[in-house]
């Protein structure tokens, strides 16, 4: 018993540390580490694809973290630095690409499901009716009554 309580103790103590995030590096220029990150925010990681630039740790977020910050030391706006990562590596780098013809399947695309979702329900709801009654003939009737009699004697 008290070996199953340290345990779990441990195992706690083991989960919170698992849980902490590493450190921001302390930056020479915060301000500019502020506007990275804020940047960064915005766009997407191509190595992790679902996770942002700011947050990723693979070696490409990395380096094109670097990129940004010495881009935004000479001077850059957030506009040419987004606009030099679009002609780099698309607008798949952008969280929120532009809408325009080679975007429009990415922004129609939930909503066409959506419309194919509800579309295939309906055609299923209406053609899901009642099966229309069958009339049995006097002596099917009677065979039902004793197949259903017979099985009625044999459960008891």
Known sequence: MLSKAITFVLLMVLAVAAWGKEAAPVAE??????RLQTLSAELRCLVCQNESLAGSRAELAVDLRNQI????RQGQSDEEIVDYLVSRYGDFVLY??????????????????IVAGLAALFYR???RREAPAIELTGSERERARALL???GRERL
């Open 125 to 127: 709801l209406s053609r």
């Open 29 to 34: 220029d915060p301000v500019l580490e502020r």
């Open 69 to 72: 910050r010495e881009r935004m």
């Open 96 to 113: 929120r690409p532009p809408l325009k013809l080679t975007t429009l399947l990415l922004w129609l695309g939930p909503l066409l499901l």
């Open 149 to 151: 009699s017979d099985s």
